[in-house]
């Protein structure tokens, strides 16, 4: 073997036991936190969906040594728990007022005014006709005057004399007063009677006065709610704080 093939060999040599001794250095020990972390398991989450008032902290250990629990759900029983409530919109009419969602209920299925809105603290199940399912709500009613309010088909509302000058909440207090199935109208059934005595020809309605706002029951956002007025030949629907005291006319 020649001096500079001998001289090659050597280096090479040379180069691998150094390349054994860097990767025998190495160390295998992951660096960082070395806690064992925990976190939600897939039963956890399930709960969350279907039992009430689930709060389960993450208590589960993850470790390479611990085994499946039994009791564990699958991602298909957590897709089939997750429910989307519609309610039964057959039944109620919605419209939006600012940020909120406003339902419109017809008569003989909830126990309170015509317009409420989601964040009523009325709009329970207690108020609403058993059976009927309200956005999500079952109702549990069994009995109560607001039941058989309904109008029949083509008859008319009836409306009460004026109950004088009050505020929005106060109106509804007043109509509830007079009896079974009083209440303070919607917007649209107030604007329909102003029209009816004040536009049409012949008239079909009186007893309200020309000039004078009248409360309806139809909320806008939290502290408004809808009035009507007619003026000067037309007939104007306005919102206003419920603080100010305007006249009340009832239907039934």
């Given at each position: ?24 250095a ?8 070395t ?9 956890d ?76 603290t ?21 009995s ?61 309605e ?7 706002y ?21 007939v ?17």
């Amino acid at each position: 073997m020649s001096n500079k093939l001998k001289t090659f060999s050597l280096y090479l040599l040379g180069g691998l036991v150094v390349i054994g001794v860097v990767a025998l250095a190495g160390s295998l020990t992951p660096g960082g936190n070395t806690s064992t972390p925990t976190m939600y398991t897939l039963s956890d989450i399930y709960n969350k969906l279907t039992v009430p008032a689930y709060t389960s902290s993450p208590t589960h250990s993850v470790s390479t040594t611990s085994s499946p629990l039994a009791s564990m759900r699958t991602l298909t029983e957590i897709w089939n728990a997750i429910v989307i409530k519609t309610g039964d919109v057959a039944v109620v009419t919605t419209s939006t007022s600012t940020n909120k969602l406003l339902l419109t209920v017809p008569a003989g299925t909830y126990l309170g005014s015509a317009t409420v809105s989601t964040t009523s603290t009325a709009f329970t199940s207690a108020n609403i006709k058993s059976g009927v399912d309200l956005f999500g709500i079952i109702g549990e009613l069994s009995s109560g005057p607001a039941l058989n309010c309904s109008v029949p088909a083509g008859s008319s509302l009836a409306w009460s004399a004026s109950q004088g000058s009050l505020n929005w909440t106060n109106a509804g207090i007043a109509c509830a007063a007079l009896g079974s199935c009083w209440r303070l109208p919607t917007i649209d059934e107030l604007v329909a009677g102003l029209t009816a005595q004040f536009v049409d020809v012949p008239s079909t309605e009186g007893g309200f006065a020309e000039g004078s706002y009248y409360w309806s029951s139809t909320e806008f956002g939290e502290s408004y709610a809808w009035y009507a007025i007619y003026y000067y030949g037309d007939v104007l629907s306005l919102s206003n704080s419920k603080n100010f005291e305007f006249s009340v006319r009832c239907v039934r």
